[in-house]
């Protein structure tokens, strides 16, 4: 699996607060969260594509009377 890093610009008071916790793999943590956001949009996506075949259709049948 090839790997794409990235770097986050954080809050210097957040990043300090996160030194606390030396065990938490953050980056990890970080991967997670962009993942299941990408994952939301990826599902609006297909829902708004959905909306719209619908409502083609719709108008399809409407002009045809």
Do not use: G, H
């Not at 916790?21 to 991967?31: D, L, Q, T, V, Y």
């Not at 990408?38 to 708004?48: A, G, H, P, Q, S």
């Amino acid at each position: 699996i090839s790997k794409n890093n990235t770097t986050l610009a954080l809050p210097e008071k957040l990043a300090e607060r996160m030194k606390r916790f030396k065990e938490i793999k953050w980056s990890e943590i970080a991967r997670r969260a962009i993942e299941k956001r990408v994952e939301d949009l990826e599902m609006i996506d297909k829902i708004t594509l959905f909306y719209r075949m619908n409502q083609l259709a719709w108008l399809s049948r409407c002009i045809r009377i």
